[in-house]
């Protein structure tokens, strides 16, 4: 049996997003239902891949291994759910670097790919944002937008974006399992 992946935006889908960066494991907090929803998708045989901009580390904001440690807990709330997390992939570069890895580049999707030959065009993407929607696109996966994080105002400021909304993420992992 082929494997089943999703693609995860973290800040605003799995965590609650902050203007000022989440900058240390405390900072980190789950968007209510996130990690149950990455334990239903777990459950479902769906093999789950974070791609994250991170360009708190560009801004020197914080280090490497201080996101390390929030990806660190943000893994352990995520088994302690009853989910896994196959990989994370994170862009440490800020948005004035030219970069393939920064979405709304798709360098980190065409990774994943590689790394785990698989066909992107059968891979769900949850984000919250335009440029999530826009590197999934990009690859030809399957964009799904939330409106926690950036989700309202990546609606508001988008109304002609033609892609499944939810809620949250736990909406979006319920359809993307009834559609297994």
Excluded at 37 to 65: K, M, P, W
Excluded at 74 to 80: C, F, G, H, S, T
Excluded at 116 to 126: C, E, G, I, T
Excluded at 141 to 156: S, Y
Aim: hydrophobic residues 40%.
């Amino acid at each position: 049996m082929t494997s089943l992946y999703v693609i995860l935006d973290r800040d605003g889908v799995i965590n609650e997003d902050s203007a000022d960066f989440i900058k240390s494991a405390e900072e980190w907090q789950p968007v209510p239902g996130s990690l149950d929803a990455i334990a239903l998708l777990h459950r479902h045989g769906y093999q789950i891949v974070v791609i994250t901009n991170q360009s708190g580390v560009a801004r020197g904001l914080f280090d490497l291994e201080t996101l390390g440690k929030i990806h660190a807990k943000m893994l352990e709330l995520v088994r302690q759910a009853g989910g896994d997390v196959l990989k994370i992939y994170f862009c440490p570069h800020g948005p004035d670097n030219d970069c393939d890895c920064r979405k709304p580049k798709a360098g980190l999707f065409r990774q994943f790919a590689q790394d785990y030959n698989v066909d992107l065009r059968q891979v769900f993407a949850v984000g919250d944002s335009l440029r999530d929607a826009q590197a999934a696109t990009l690859v030809g996966a399957k964009p799904i937008l939330v409106k926690t994080g950036k989700g309202l105002q990546t609606l508001e400021n988008n109304p002609q974006l033609q892609i499944p909304v939810f809620e949250s993420l736990y909406g979006a992992a319920s359809y993307i399992t009834a559609s297994k």
